[in-house]
Protein backbone atom coordinates (compact mmCIF):
# COMPACT_ATOMS: atom_id res chain seq x y z
CA UNK A 1 0.00 0.00 0.00
CA UNK A 2 2.65 2.16 0.75
CA UNK A 3 4.44 1.30 -2.11
CA UNK A 4 1.76 2.38 -4.33
CA UNK A 5 1.43 5.82 -2.68
CA UNK A 6 5.15 6.31 -2.88
CA UNK A 7 4.41 5.20 -6.91
CA UNK A 8 2.00 7.40 -7.30
CA UNK A 9 3.81 10.10 -6.32
CA UNK A 10 6.90 9.32 -8.30
CA UNK A 11 4.46 9.19 -11.29
CA UNK A 12 2.97 12.81 -10.50
CA UNK A 13 6.41 14.13 -10.35
CA UNK A 14 7.63 12.44 -13.73
CA UNK A 15 3.90 13.90 -15.42
CA UNK A 16 4.67 17.12 -13.52
CA UNK A 17 7.51 17.75 -15.65
CA UNK A 18 7.23 19.29 -19.46
CA UNK A 19 10.07 16.96 -20.52
CA UNK A 20 7.56 13.57 -19.95
CA UNK A 21 5.31 15.27 -22.58
CA UNK A 22 7.91 16.08 -24.95
CA UNK A 23 8.03 12.30 -26.09
CA UNK A 24 3.51 12.40 -26.62
CA UNK A 25 4.07 15.54 -28.57
CA UNK A 26 6.59 14.50 -31.08
CA UNK A 27 4.99 10.84 -31.73
CA UNK A 28 1.36 12.73 -32.55
CA UNK A 29 3.71 14.77 -35.12
CA UNK A 30 5.19 12.36 -36.38
CA UNK A 31 2.30 9.84 -36.37
CA UNK A 32 0.40 12.76 -38.02
CA UNK A 33 3.64 13.04 -40.65
CA UNK A 34 3.47 9.05 -41.61
CA UNK A 35 -0.57 9.05 -42.07
CA UNK A 36 0.25 11.86 -44.65
CA UNK A 37 2.85 10.18 -46.44
CA UNK A 38 0.78 6.84 -46.92
CA UNK A 39 -2.11 8.91 -48.65
CA UNK A 40 0.28 10.10 -51.00
CA UNK A 41 -0.21 8.56 -54.31
CA UNK A 42 3.34 7.30 -55.00
CA UNK A 43 3.64 5.35 -51.39
CA UNK A 44 0.15 3.99 -52.30
CA UNK A 45 1.66 2.40 -55.80
CA UNK A 46 4.42 1.19 -53.50
CA UNK A 47 2.30 -0.81 -51.47
CA UNK A 48 0.09 -1.66 -53.77
CA UNK A 49 2.74 -3.51 -56.01
CA UNK A 50 4.52 -5.08 -53.11
CA UNK A 51 1.10 -6.55 -51.54
CA UNK A 52 0.72 -7.68 -54.99
CA UNK A 53 4.28 -9.34 -55.37
CA UNK A 54 3.62 -11.30 -52.16
CA UNK A 55 -0.24 -12.45 -53.43
CA UNK A 56 -2.09 -9.94 -51.49
CA UNK A 57 -5.01 -7.89 -52.09
CA UNK A 58 -4.09 -3.96 -51.81
CA UNK A 59 -7.71 -3.18 -50.48
CA UNK A 60 -7.65 -5.61 -47.32
CA UNK A 61 -3.98 -4.83 -46.48
CA UNK A 62 -4.29 -0.95 -46.72
CA UNK A 63 -5.74 -0.79 -43.88
CA UNK A 64 -5.20 1.28 -40.07
CA UNK A 65 -3.67 -1.95 -38.37
CA UNK A 66 -1.03 -2.03 -41.48
CA UNK A 67 -0.07 1.35 -40.28
CA UNK A 68 0.01 1.03 -36.38
CA UNK A 69 1.99 -1.52 -37.03
CA UNK A 70 4.38 0.90 -39.55
CA UNK A 71 4.57 3.07 -37.08
CA UNK A 72 5.59 1.18 -33.95
CA UNK A 73 8.33 -0.59 -36.19
CA UNK A 74 10.16 2.25 -37.94
CA UNK A 75 9.36 4.91 -34.62
CA UNK A 76 9.97 2.99 -31.31
CA UNK A 77 13.56 2.20 -31.59
CA UNK A 78 14.98 5.65 -33.41
CA UNK A 79 12.57 8.11 -31.63
CA UNK A 80 11.24 6.07 -28.38
CA UNK A 81 14.47 5.65 -27.71
CA UNK A 82 15.43 9.22 -27.35
CA UNK A 83 12.87 9.70 -24.74
CA UNK A 84 12.56 6.79 -22.72
CA UNK A 85 16.91 7.20 -22.11
CA UNK A 86 15.57 10.94 -21.31
CA UNK A 87 13.12 9.89 -18.75
CA UNK A 88 14.94 7.40 -17.25
CA UNK A 89 18.42 8.96 -17.23
CA UNK A 90 17.12 11.94 -15.35
CA UNK A 91 15.05 9.99 -13.04
CA UNK A 92 17.91 9.69 -10.25
CA UNK A 93 20.42 11.85 -11.47
CA UNK A 94 18.57 14.96 -12.36
CA UNK A 95 17.20 14.68 -8.67
CA UNK A 96 20.44 14.22 -6.95
CA UNK A 97 21.44 16.85 -9.56
CA UNK A 98 18.86 19.36 -8.32
CA UNK A 99 19.22 18.22 -4.42
CA UNK A 100 15.28 16.66 -4.06
CA UNK A 101 17.44 13.41 -3.34
CA UNK A 102 18.96 14.93 -0.23
CA UNK A 103 14.89 15.83 0.94
CA UNK A 104 13.67 12.11 0.22
CA UNK A 105 16.80 10.69 2.41
CA UNK A 106 16.07 12.32 5.46
CA UNK A 107 12.90 10.56 5.92
CA UNK A 108 13.80 6.84 7.05
CA UNK A 109 13.89 5.13 3.74
CA UNK A 110 15.77 2.92 2.34
CA UNK A 111 17.81 3.08 -1.08
CA UNK A 112 16.74 0.03 -2.12
CA UNK A 113 13.51 0.85 -1.29
CA UNK A 114 13.75 3.99 -3.41
CA UNK A 115 15.07 2.92 -6.36
CA UNK A 116 12.26 0.19 -6.95
CA UNK A 117 9.95 3.12 -6.99
CA UNK A 118 11.78 4.42 -9.41
CA UNK A 119 12.51 1.50 -11.87
CA UNK A 120 8.96 0.62 -11.26
CA UNK A 121 7.64 4.19 -12.18
CA UNK A 122 10.20 4.33 -15.38
CA UNK A 123 8.61 0.90 -16.26
CA UNK A 124 5.34 1.57 -16.18
CA UNK A 125 6.21 5.19 -18.30
CA UNK A 126 7.85 2.98 -20.88
CA UNK A 127 5.36 0.69 -21.18
CA UNK A 128 2.58 2.86 -21.40
CA UNK A 129 4.12 5.22 -23.70
CA UNK A 130 4.47 2.14 -26.04
CA UNK A 131 0.38 1.37 -25.79
CA UNK A 132 -0.12 5.15 -26.23
CA UNK A 133 1.99 5.40 -29.57
CA UNK A 134 0.32 2.03 -30.80
CA UNK A 135 -3.56 3.41 -29.60
CA UNK A 136 -2.90 7.05 -30.93
CA UNK A 137 -1.52 5.47 -34.14
CA UNK A 138 -4.32 3.31 -34.99
CA UNK A 139 -6.84 5.94 -34.21
CA UNK A 140 -5.46 8.51 -35.95
CA UNK A 141 -5.04 5.59 -38.99
CA UNK A 142 -9.18 5.05 -38.28
CA UNK A 143 -9.46 8.61 -38.92
CA UNK A 144 -7.42 8.90 -42.22
CA UNK A 145 -8.21 5.00 -43.78
CA UNK A 146 -10.92 3.67 -41.85
CA UNK A 147 -11.42 0.71 -39.29
CA UNK A 148 -12.32 -2.12 -41.44
CA UNK A 149 -9.04 -4.14 -43.06
CA UNK A 150 -6.49 -6.48 -42.07
CA UNK A 151 -2.69 -6.46 -40.72
CA UNK A 152 0.11 -6.64 -43.28
CA UNK A 153 3.50 -7.74 -41.25
CA UNK A 154 7.09 -7.54 -43.13
CA UNK A 155 9.75 -7.23 -41.28
CA UNK A 156 13.25 -8.38 -43.75
CA UNK A 157 15.91 -8.26 -41.01
CA UNK A 158 13.95 -10.41 -38.41
CA UNK A 159 13.07 -12.81 -41.18
CA UNK A 160 9.26 -12.09 -40.61
CA UNK A 161 5.99 -12.26 -43.27
CA UNK A 162 2.76 -12.46 -42.54
CA UNK A 163 -0.82 -11.42 -43.38
CA UNK A 164 -3.89 -11.28 -41.29
CA UNK A 165 -6.82 -10.69 -43.36
CA UNK A 166 -9.31 -10.58 -40.29
CA UNK A 167 -9.75 -7.49 -38.42
CA UNK A 168 -9.71 -9.64 -34.89
CA UNK A 169 -6.87 -11.32 -35.26
CA UNK A 170 -5.06 -8.97 -36.57
CA UNK A 171 -6.12 -6.68 -34.07
CA UNK A 172 -4.65 -9.18 -31.21
CA UNK A 173 -1.18 -9.41 -33.09
CA UNK A 174 -0.77 -5.55 -32.26
CA UNK A 175 -1.57 -5.66 -29.00
CA UNK A 176 0.99 -8.73 -28.24
CA UNK A 177 3.55 -7.29 -30.09
CA UNK A 178 2.74 -3.35 -28.50
CA UNK A 179 3.45 -5.81 -24.99
CA UNK A 180 6.66 -7.46 -26.94
CA UNK A 181 7.50 -3.65 -27.75
CA UNK A 182 6.77 -2.06 -24.29
CA UNK A 183 8.92 -4.84 -21.92
CA UNK A 184 12.03 -4.87 -24.62
CA UNK A 185 12.11 -0.83 -24.28
CA UNK A 186 12.20 -1.63 -20.48
CA UNK A 187 15.55 -3.04 -20.93
CA UNK A 188 16.44 0.89 -22.90
CA UNK A 189 15.19 2.06 -19.37
CA UNK A 190 17.14 -0.02 -17.70
CA UNK A 191 20.22 1.10 -19.01
CA UNK A 192 20.01 4.36 -18.55
CA UNK A 193 18.28 3.55 -15.16
CA UNK A 194 21.45 2.54 -13.98
CA UNK A 195 23.58 5.35 -15.62
CA UNK A 196 21.39 7.63 -13.93
CA UNK A 197 22.10 5.70 -10.24
CA UNK A 198 25.72 6.63 -10.91
CA UNK A 199 27.68 10.44 -10.17
CA UNK A 200 26.76 11.14 -13.44
CA UNK A 201 24.92 14.13 -14.62
CA UNK A 202 21.71 13.50 -16.10
CA UNK A 203 22.55 14.64 -19.83
CA UNK A 204 25.42 12.16 -19.58
CA UNK A 205 23.29 9.20 -18.27
CA UNK A 206 20.80 9.57 -21.48
CA UNK A 207 23.72 10.02 -23.96
CA UNK A 208 25.50 7.27 -23.03
CA UNK A 209 22.77 4.83 -22.52
CA UNK A 210 22.10 5.74 -26.87
CA UNK A 211 25.51 5.83 -27.56
CA UNK A 212 25.47 1.98 -26.36
CA UNK A 213 22.24 1.30 -28.08
CA UNK A 214 23.69 2.70 -31.68
CA UNK A 215 26.43 0.56 -31.25
CA UNK A 216 24.97 -2.38 -30.37
CA UNK A 217 22.54 -1.86 -33.72
CA UNK A 218 25.30 -1.01 -35.74
CA UNK A 219 27.60 -3.61 -34.41
CA UNK A 220 24.75 -6.02 -35.67
CA UNK A 221 24.08 -4.71 -39.13
CA UNK A 222 27.44 -5.62 -40.24
CA UNK A 223 27.07 -8.71 -42.36
CA UNK A 224 30.12 -11.07 -40.62
CA UNK A 225 28.30 -10.33 -36.99
CA UNK A 226 25.64 -12.31 -38.45
CA UNK A 227 26.24 -16.03 -36.81
CA UNK A 228 26.22 -13.85 -33.36
CA UNK A 229 23.35 -11.27 -34.06
CA UNK A 230 21.10 -13.17 -30.90
CA UNK A 231 24.11 -11.50 -28.76
CA UNK A 232 23.24 -8.34 -29.90
CA UNK A 233 20.73 -6.35 -27.53
CA UNK A 234 19.09 -4.80 -30.01
CA UNK A 235 18.64 -7.61 -31.76
CA UNK A 236 16.72 -9.12 -28.61
CA UNK A 237 14.82 -5.99 -28.60
CA UNK A 238 13.55 -6.51 -31.94
CA UNK A 239 12.12 -9.53 -30.97
CA UNK A 240 8.71 -8.66 -30.14
CA UNK A 241 7.82 -9.35 -34.10
CA UNK A 242 8.08 -12.83 -33.33
CA UNK A 243 4.54 -12.48 -32.34
CA UNK A 244 3.50 -11.31 -35.36
CA UNK A 245 4.69 -15.08 -37.09
CA UNK A 246 1.54 -17.14 -38.20
CA UNK A 247 2.93 -19.79 -35.82
CA UNK A 248 4.04 -18.38 -32.62
CA UNK A 249 7.55 -19.85 -31.74
CA UNK A 250 7.51 -19.53 -27.71
CA UNK A 251 10.91 -20.76 -27.14
CA UNK A 252 11.89 -18.53 -29.17
CA UNK A 253 10.12 -15.66 -27.71
CA UNK A 254 10.49 -17.05 -23.98
CA UNK A 255 14.17 -17.09 -24.58
CA UNK A 256 14.77 -13.73 -25.90
CA UNK A 257 12.68 -12.21 -22.99
CA UNK A 258 14.45 -13.89 -20.26
CA UNK A 259 17.73 -12.57 -22.04
CA UNK A 260 16.12 -8.79 -21.69
CA UNK A 261 14.39 -9.24 -18.48
CA UNK A 262 17.81 -11.31 -16.94
CA UNK A 263 19.55 -7.86 -18.32
CA UNK A 264 16.89 -5.91 -16.82
CA UNK A 265 17.66 -7.39 -13.19
CA UNK A 266 21.23 -7.16 -13.78
CA UNK A 267 21.30 -3.58 -15.13
CA UNK A 268 19.30 -2.61 -12.05
CA UNK A 269 21.74 -4.22 -9.21
CA UNK A 270 24.77 -2.77 -11.01
CA UNK A 271 23.00 0.77 -10.60
CA UNK A 272 21.85 0.11 -7.25
CA UNK A 273 25.21 -1.13 -6.12
CA UNK A 274 26.67 2.21 -7.02
CA UNK A 275 23.95 3.89 -5.47
CA UNK A 276 24.39 1.87 -2.41
CA UNK A 277 27.78 3.36 -1.67
CA UNK A 278 27.31 7.15 -3.00
CA UNK A 279 27.72 9.58 -0.35
CA UNK A 280 24.78 12.33 -0.76
CA UNK A 281 26.12 15.74 0.02
CA UNK A 282 27.17 18.90 -2.19
CA UNK B 1 19.06 10.48 22.49
CA UNK B 2 21.42 10.82 20.11
CA UNK B 3 25.26 9.83 20.37
CA UNK B 4 27.70 9.82 17.51
CA UNK B 5 31.07 8.38 18.72
CA UNK B 6 34.67 8.22 16.77
CA UNK B 7 33.17 9.33 13.73
CA UNK B 8 35.39 9.39 10.71
CA UNK B 9 35.17 10.38 7.13
CA UNK B 10 37.49 11.26 4.24
CA UNK B 11 36.67 13.23 0.92
CA UNK B 12 39.38 12.39 -1.72
CA UNK B 13 41.97 11.53 0.92
CA UNK B 14 41.28 15.00 2.83
CA UNK B 15 40.00 14.17 6.57
CA UNK B 16 36.43 15.42 6.71
CA UNK B 17 36.28 14.37 9.97
CA UNK B 18 38.19 12.89 12.41
CA UNK B 19 37.13 10.48 15.38
CA UNK B 20 34.42 13.17 16.62
CA UNK B 21 31.94 12.26 19.34
CA UNK B 22 29.28 13.97 21.31
CA UNK B 23 25.96 13.08 22.31
CA UNK B 24 22.70 15.01 22.50
CA UNK B 25 20.58 14.71 26.04
CA UNK B 26 16.29 14.16 25.46
CA UNK B 27 15.12 17.82 25.02
CA UNK B 28 18.54 19.05 24.60
CA UNK B 29 19.27 21.79 22.09
CA UNK B 30 23.04 21.10 20.75
CA UNK B 31 24.98 23.56 18.59
CA UNK B 32 27.72 22.43 16.32
CA UNK B 33 29.89 24.99 15.60
CA UNK B 34 32.74 25.59 12.64
CA UNK B 35 34.48 27.35 9.52
CA UNK B 36 33.36 26.41 6.68
CA UNK B 37 34.55 22.75 5.40
CA UNK B 38 34.91 22.09 9.52
CA UNK B 39 32.81 18.65 9.27
CA UNK B 40 29.81 20.25 10.75
CA UNK B 41 27.28 18.99 7.52
CA UNK B 42 29.19 16.00 6.93
CA UNK B 43 28.35 15.04 10.67
CA UNK B 44 24.74 15.90 10.21
CA UNK B 45 24.79 14.11 6.18
CA UNK B 46 26.13 10.67 8.56
CA UNK B 47 23.02 10.53 10.98
CA UNK B 48 20.45 10.80 8.19
CA UNK B 49 23.05 8.22 6.43
CA UNK B 50 23.15 10.12 3.19
CA UNK B 51 27.25 10.17 3.85
CA UNK B 52 28.67 6.74 4.55
CA UNK B 53 31.42 6.92 7.13
CA UNK B 54 34.75 5.47 7.56
CA UNK B 55 34.67 4.62 10.80
CA UNK B 56 32.42 5.01 13.39
CA UNK B 57 28.35 5.07 13.88
CA UNK B 58 25.36 6.95 15.18
CA UNK B 59 22.80 5.62 17.18
CA UNK B 60 19.55 7.58 17.75
CA UNK B 61 17.31 6.39 20.95
CA UNK B 62 19.89 3.63 21.14
CA UNK B 63 19.10 2.06 17.41
CA UNK B 64 22.22 2.43 14.92
CA UNK B 65 22.06 4.34 12.14
CA UNK B 66 24.52 2.09 10.22
CA UNK B 67 22.60 -0.74 11.14
CA UNK B 68 19.10 -0.13 11.08
CA UNK B 69 18.51 3.53 9.33
CA UNK B 70 15.08 3.17 8.24
CA UNK B 71 14.20 2.25 12.30
CA UNK B 72 16.77 4.84 13.63
CA UNK B 73 15.37 7.85 11.39
CA UNK B 74 11.68 6.98 12.16
CA UNK B 75 11.34 9.61 14.69
CA UNK B 76 13.83 12.01 13.15
CA UNK B 77 12.89 15.25 10.78
CA UNK B 78 15.35 17.25 9.00
CA UNK B 79 16.70 20.08 7.30
CA UNK B 80 19.81 18.94 5.61
CA UNK B 81 21.52 21.53 3.46
CA UNK B 82 19.26 24.01 0.90
CA UNK B 83 16.16 22.77 0.82
CA UNK B 84 15.36 21.82 -2.69
CA UNK B 85 11.70 20.92 -3.21
CA UNK B 86 9.95 19.97 -6.65
CA UNK B 87 9.68 23.46 -7.82
CA UNK B 88 6.93 22.11 -10.27
CA UNK B 89 5.20 20.96 -7.70
CA UNK B 90 2.68 22.69 -5.04
CA UNK B 91 3.87 22.70 -1.67
CA UNK B 92 1.33 20.55 -1.03
CA UNK B 93 2.18 17.57 -3.76
CA UNK B 94 5.96 18.06 -1.93
CA UNK B 95 4.30 17.19 1.45
CA UNK B 96 2.46 14.38 0.23
CA UNK B 97 5.68 12.76 -1.59
CA UNK B 98 8.06 13.55 1.04
CA UNK B 99 5.51 12.11 3.60
CA UNK B 100 4.63 9.04 1.42
CA UNK B 101 8.65 7.90 2.51
CA UNK B 102 7.94 7.79 6.07
CA UNK B 103 4.91 5.94 6.85
CA UNK B 104 2.54 7.51 4.70
CA UNK B 105 0.60 11.08 4.24
CA UNK B 106 -1.60 12.40 6.53
CA UNK B 107 -4.05 15.04 5.25
CA UNK B 108 -4.57 16.26 8.92
CA UNK B 109 -1.09 16.19 10.37
CA UNK B 110 0.24 17.74 7.00
CA UNK B 111 -2.70 20.51 7.50
CA UNK B 112 -1.89 21.15 10.93
CA UNK B 113 1.99 21.22 10.45
CA UNK B 114 1.33 24.14 7.46
CA UNK B 115 -0.15 25.96 9.35
CA UNK B 116 1.88 25.89 12.76
CA UNK B 117 4.62 27.10 9.86
CA UNK B 118 2.64 29.70 8.80
CA UNK B 119 1.94 28.81 5.35
CA UNK B 120 -1.44 27.64 4.84
CA UNK B 121 -2.75 30.43 2.26
CA UNK B 122 0.06 29.39 -0.28
CA UNK B 123 0.76 25.71 0.06
CA UNK B 124 -1.18 25.12 -2.63
CA UNK B 125 1.07 27.52 -4.60
CA UNK B 126 3.83 26.04 -7.05
CA UNK B 127 7.03 25.76 -4.79
CA UNK B 128 9.08 28.00 -7.97
CA UNK B 129 6.79 30.99 -6.56
CA UNK B 130 7.51 30.87 -3.40
CA UNK B 131 10.15 33.30 -1.54
CA UNK B 132 13.52 32.32 0.34
CA UNK B 133 11.75 32.07 3.86
CA UNK B 134 8.46 30.65 2.61
CA UNK B 135 11.04 27.56 1.26
CA UNK B 136 12.39 27.29 4.98
CA UNK B 137 8.87 27.08 6.16
CA UNK B 138 7.96 24.31 3.99
CA UNK B 139 11.08 22.34 5.08
CA UNK B 140 10.72 23.05 8.69
CA UNK B 141 7.01 21.63 7.57
CA UNK B 142 8.15 18.56 6.49
CA UNK B 143 10.43 18.72 9.25
CA UNK B 144 7.66 18.74 11.52
CA UNK B 145 5.50 15.57 9.57
CA UNK B 146 7.25 12.43 11.33
CA UNK B 147 5.72 14.22 14.78
CA UNK B 148 9.68 13.81 15.39
CA UNK B 149 11.36 13.44 18.76
CA UNK B 150 14.44 14.89 16.75
CA UNK B 151 15.31 17.28 14.86
CA UNK B 152 18.71 17.63 12.89
CA UNK B 153 18.68 21.62 11.27
CA UNK B 154 21.60 22.33 8.77
CA UNK B 155 22.26 26.36 8.43
CA UNK B 156 18.19 26.54 8.81
CA UNK B 157 18.31 30.45 9.08
CA UNK B 158 20.61 30.56 6.19
CA UNK B 159 19.09 33.51 3.92
CA UNK B 160 16.72 34.78 6.34
CA UNK B 161 15.98 38.34 7.35
CA UNK B 162 16.25 38.90 11.03
CA UNK B 163 12.61 38.53 11.28
CA UNK B 164 12.67 35.23 9.49
CA UNK B 165 15.39 34.40 11.84
CA UNK B 166 13.57 35.43 15.24
CA UNK B 167 10.52 33.85 14.25
CA UNK B 168 12.66 30.54 13.72
CA UNK B 169 14.34 31.01 16.95
CA UNK B 170 11.36 31.18 18.61
CA UNK B 171 9.43 28.12 16.86
CA UNK B 172 12.31 25.71 17.73
CA UNK B 173 12.57 26.88 21.28
CA UNK B 174 8.82 26.67 21.30
CA UNK B 175 8.82 22.85 19.86
CA UNK B 176 11.40 22.04 22.81
CA UNK B 177 9.62 23.26 25.30
CA UNK B 178 6.26 22.09 24.24
CA UNK B 179 7.23 18.17 23.09
CA UNK B 180 10.95 17.69 24.60
CA UNK B 181 12.10 17.79 21.51
CA UNK B 182 16.09 17.00 20.93
CA UNK B 183 17.36 19.27 18.71
CA UNK B 184 20.62 19.21 16.90
CA UNK B 185 21.60 22.51 15.57
CA UNK B 186 24.10 24.08 12.64
CA UNK B 187 24.73 27.54 12.10
CA UNK B 188 26.92 29.97 11.21
CA UNK B 189 25.46 32.40 13.07
CA UNK B 190 26.85 32.48 16.34
CA UNK B 191 24.02 35.24 17.95
CA UNK B 192 21.58 32.57 17.31
CA UNK B 193 23.55 29.42 18.39
CA UNK B 194 24.31 31.32 21.78
CA UNK B 195 20.68 32.16 21.78
CA UNK B 196 19.14 28.54 21.18
CA UNK B 197 21.49 25.95 22.32
CA UNK B 198 21.99 24.48 25.42
CA UNK B 199 25.30 22.84 24.62
CA UNK B 200 27.29 23.76 22.00
CA UNK B 201 30.68 21.58 20.18
CA UNK B 202 33.59 23.67 18.07
CA UNK B 203 34.98 21.54 15.15
CA UNK B 204 37.79 23.24 13.38
CA UNK B 205 39.53 21.04 10.43
CA UNK B 206 37.03 17.48 11.30
CA UNK B 207 38.11 17.73 14.87
CA UNK B 208 36.12 19.07 18.05
CA UNK B 209 38.45 21.64 19.96
CA UNK B 210 35.91 22.45 22.23
CA UNK B 211 32.69 21.22 24.09
CA UNK B 212 30.74 22.76 26.36
CA UNK B 213 26.97 24.39 28.04
CA UNK B 214 26.41 27.70 26.43
CA UNK B 215 25.41 29.15 29.72
CA UNK B 216 28.89 28.08 30.90
CA UNK B 217 30.46 30.52 28.78
CA UNK B 218 31.65 32.78 31.78
CA UNK B 219 33.26 30.09 34.01
CA UNK B 220 36.63 30.58 32.29
CA UNK B 221 38.79 33.28 34.98
CA UNK B 222 36.23 36.81 34.25
CA UNK B 223 37.41 39.61 32.29
CA UNK B 224 37.45 43.15 33.33
CA UNK B 225 37.30 46.64 31.31
CA UNK B 226 39.71 49.00 33.45
CA UNK B 227 40.53 52.69 33.25
CA UNK B 228 42.86 53.26 36.02
CA UNK B 229 45.06 56.14 36.66
CA UNK B 230 47.88 56.59 36.55
CA UNK B 231 48.13 52.96 34.90
CA UNK B 232 51.76 52.10 36.43
CA UNK B 233 50.86 53.12 39.46
CA UNK B 234 47.76 49.90 39.62
CA UNK B 235 50.11 47.68 38.32
CA UNK B 236 51.18 46.54 42.22
CA UNK B 237 47.57 46.79 43.69
CA UNK B 238 46.47 44.39 40.79
CA UNK B 239 48.79 41.79 40.56
CA UNK B 240 48.55 41.90 44.70
CA UNK B 241 44.78 41.59 44.40
CA UNK B 242 45.23 38.45 41.72
CA UNK B 243 44.53 40.40 38.70
CA UNK B 244 46.41 39.58 35.66
CA UNK B 245 46.44 42.29 32.87
CA UNK B 246 45.01 40.39 29.37
CA UNK B 247 46.18 44.17 27.57
CA UNK B 248 46.33 47.60 28.93
CA UNK B 249 43.19 48.16 29.89
CA UNK B 250 41.56 44.64 30.71
CA UNK B 251 42.38 42.10 33.40
CA UNK B 252 41.39 38.65 34.27
CA UNK B 253 40.39 38.28 38.13
CA UNK B 254 41.04 34.58 39.78
CA UNK B 255 37.70 32.37 40.20
CA UNK B 256 36.15 33.51 43.87
CA UNK B 257 38.50 37.10 43.44
CA UNK B 258 35.70 39.96 44.47
CA UNK B 259 36.23 42.94 42.05
CA UNK B 260 34.76 44.94 44.93
CA UNK B 261 37.76 44.20 47.34
CA UNK B 262 40.61 45.38 44.68
CA UNK B 263 38.69 48.37 43.50
CA UNK B 264 38.61 49.06 46.87
CA UNK B 265 42.82 48.18 47.24
CA UNK B 266 43.29 50.64 44.16
CA UNK B 267 41.52 53.67 45.66
CA UNK B 268 43.20 52.85 49.05
CA UNK B 269 46.42 53.11 47.26
CA UNK B 270 45.60 56.11 45.23
CA UNK B 271 44.78 55.08 42.12
CA UNK B 272 41.74 56.85 40.67
CA UNK B 273 39.58 54.36 39.31
CA UNK B 274 37.32 55.51 36.62
CA UNK B 275 35.84 52.36 35.27
CA UNK B 276 35.60 48.68 36.32
CA UNK B 277 33.38 46.85 34.03
CA UNK B 278 32.82 42.91 33.68
CA UNK B 279 33.41 41.78 30.26
CA UNK B 280 30.38 39.75 28.86
CA UNK B 281 31.89 37.06 26.87
CA UNK B 282 30.45 36.47 23.99
CA UNK B 283 30.01 33.04 22.13
CA UNK B 284 31.52 34.56 18.93
CA UNK B 285 34.28 36.01 21.30
CA UNK B 286 35.46 31.79 22.96
CA UNK B 287 35.04 30.78 18.97
CA UNK B 288 37.81 33.82 18.20
CA UNK B 289 39.95 32.40 20.86
CA UNK B 290 39.34 29.09 19.63
CA UNK B 291 39.71 29.74 16.62
CA UNK B 292 42.92 31.91 17.38
CA UNK B 293 44.24 29.30 19.51
CA UNK B 294 44.39 30.91 22.90
CA UNK B 295 41.41 29.72 24.80
CA UNK B 296 42.46 27.28 27.44
CA UNK B 297 39.59 24.78 27.23
CA UNK B 298 40.81 24.73 23.35
CA UNK B 299 43.93 23.98 24.09
CA UNK B 300 42.72 21.57 27.00
CA UNK B 301 40.69 19.58 24.28
CA UNK B 302 43.62 20.10 21.93
Not at chain 2, 54 to 68: H, L, N, Q
Not at chain 2, 185 to 203: G, P, Y
Request: net charge neutral.
Amino acid sequence: MLFLQQLRGELRKLFARPRTWMGYGAFFIMEALILFVYKLEGSQRHMRDLMARNGLEFGTYYSSLTITFTIMLVSMFLLGSIYFALVAGDIVAKENEDGNLRMVFARPVSRLRLLLVKYAAVSLYTFSFVFFVGVSGYLMAVVAVGREGGLFVMEPRMKVFAAYPEWREGAWRLILSAAGIGVSMITLSSLAFMFSCCKIKPAAASIITLTILFVDMILQSFPFFKPYESFFVTWRMSSWVFFMEPNLSWPKLVESYAFLIGLDVSLFTLGWAAFQTRDFKT
Amino acid sequence: MLEASGLCKSFGGKPALDHFSFSVRRGEIYGLLGHNGAGKSTTLGIILGMVMPDGGDVTIGGVSVRAERSKALRKVGAIFETPAFYEYLSGWENLRILMSYSGGFDPAAARAAVERVGLANRIHSKVRTFSHGMRQRLALAQALLPEPEVMLLDEPTDGLDPEGIKWFREFILALRDERGTTVLFNSHLLAEVELMCDRVAILRDGRRVYEGAVGGLHDDAPLFDVDLEPWDAALGPLHAGGGEVVVPGRIRLPHGADPAELVAALVRAGIRVRAFAPVRRSLEDLYMEIHNGASPAAKALG
